[in-house]
């Protein structure tokens, strides 16, 4: 049995069936923006691996970090511990955080740190004597993760629907309609502690973006009814829109803002819930006097060793021109699409573009791109985008470009089988 052989039989890939899995490509090595797969084929990663590895697949800054770590400290749990990579990192973080955010928590994955985010929410709630204030508003389109906590803040309607017996109940609005936050409010002022929502960008489910002028009317409504505000920041953030942190588009800063993916670079899982001063002291002067939540690998130091020379390397470059770059490019590259039959819209922002089609073409066709162009895709639902590696230069936004222009000619696939599934 060859090592694909035993995968296809005994893996479970992410959002795939185990008895009729899709294709999958055995990679031996990365680097910058592509990936060398076992057959000496390369492709250019279009989705950064899950728009995580901004820098690109192995730099050697990271790399080197990663490994003078693992010759001293590998693991040690955070209760009752510290160690200096965890140290330098938050100091890091809070230097390039909005001011007000300077309690650093850190989390195993940005799954993880949406979840801590809303036990904050509820445990700050419980503090200040509102113990019903036990839900959250979250914005119907949004994706937060798939943990089970996450999953109730995501899209009710999206692809968590299987799983609504063991969510928690929250309350949603439509964020392309302000009344409709506003009325869920004050329809469930006595239950509602905190609005949650992805910045300007919903990523991983609707794949739109939206008016920063939501995020200033959502801080003055939080204000006036003592909620507070959680920014999702982990796919957009570090520049994935153009700037740092996706809220910078409305000068609005939460009270609690998960960051992930891009933090360390793509290459070890870690993420952070930071919080403002009042939260962190409000929930530590409450019952019972600690924040309520430690996982196994908090603060990991090798993850925290990547995340300091990530950090160290959107410092050292002009990021915000690199995706500036990029969005230009894509402006350029995908506007034929537009006059496609399939298609129905183009968006472009930053360093992301989508291509919304009618109805996805067929797996075939998609394989046959992938292969045709050496361009990995990973389009899902009706839509068809990228995410490039931050450092992608003009030539790779090219020819990712041709790629989506290839597969949104194609005409449409099958009807999905289930139209509520996506992954």
Not at 94 to 120: C, H, N, Q, Y
Not at 229 to 242: C, K, N, P, S, V
Request: charged share 20%.
């Amino acid at each position: 049995m060859t090592a694909l052989d035993f995968d296809r039989s005994h893996i479970w890939h992410p959002y795939a069936s185990i008895g009729n899995p899709p294709p999958v490509r055995l990679v031996k090595s990365a680097r910058g923006t592509e990936l060398t797969l076992a057959d000496g084929r390369t492709l250019t990663d279009a989705v950064s691996s899950w728009w995580c590895v901004a820098h690109g697949h192995n730099p050697p800054a990271i790399v080197e970090a990663i490994r003078r770590q693992s010759e001293r400290l590998s693991h040690v749990m955070f209760g009752g511990f510290t160690h200096e990579p965890a140290i330098e990192l938050a100091q890091a973080l809070t230097r390039i955080t909005p001011p007000a955010l300077d309690r650093v928590f850190f989390a195993d994955s940005g799954s993880i740190a949406v979840e801590v985010a809303a036990k904050m929410a509820v445990q700050y709630q419980n503090a200040l004597g509102f113990p019903a204030k036990g839900r959250l508003l979250a914005m119907k389109g949004g994706y937060h993760g798939d943990t089970c906590c996450a999953m109730a803040l995501s899209d009710p309607d999206g692809m968590h629907t299987l799983f609504r017996p063991i969510m928690p109940r929250h309350h949603f609005a439509d964020p392309l309609d302000f009344a409709s936050v506003v009325e869920a409010v004050e329809t469930h002022a006595d239950e509602i502690g905190a609005v949650i929502c992805e910045p300007v960008f919903q990523a991983a489910n609707a794949m739109r973006f939206y008016d920063p002028e939501l995020l200033r009317r959502l801080r003055a409504l939080c204000d006036e009814k003592g909620l507070l505000l959680i920014f999702d920041e982990i796919a957009a953030g570090f520049h994935r829109t153009g700037p740092l942190w996706a809220g910078e588009w409305a000068g609005v800063t939460p009270d609690i803002m998960c960051v992930g993916k891009a933090l360390t670079g793509g290459h070890l899982t870690l993420a952070a819930t930071i919080a403002s001063s009042r939260v962190a002291d409000t929930i530590s002067a409450g019952r019972p006097g600690a924040f309520m939540h430690g996982p196994t690998y908090m603060a990991n130091p090798l993850a925290c060793a990547a995340g300091i020379a990530s950090l160290r390397l959107f410092a050292e470059s002009d990021y915000a021109a690199m995706v500036a770059r990029i969005e230009r490019v894509l402006s350029t590259g995908l506007l034929p699409c537009r006059d496609m039959p399939n298609v129905k819209e183009v968006r472009v922002k930053g360093a992301v573009g989508i291509v919304e089609v009618g109805r996805m073409p067929a797996r075939l066709d998609i394989e046959r791109v992938i292969d045709e162009h050496g361009v990995w895709l990973r389009p899902f639902c009706n839509f068809i985008y990228t995410m490039p590696p931050l450092i992608s230069g003009v030539d790779t936004i090219e020819r990712i470009c041709a790629a989506i222009r290839d597969l949104a000619s194609c005409e449409p696939g099958p009807l999905p089988a289930d139209p509520d599934f996506h992954e």
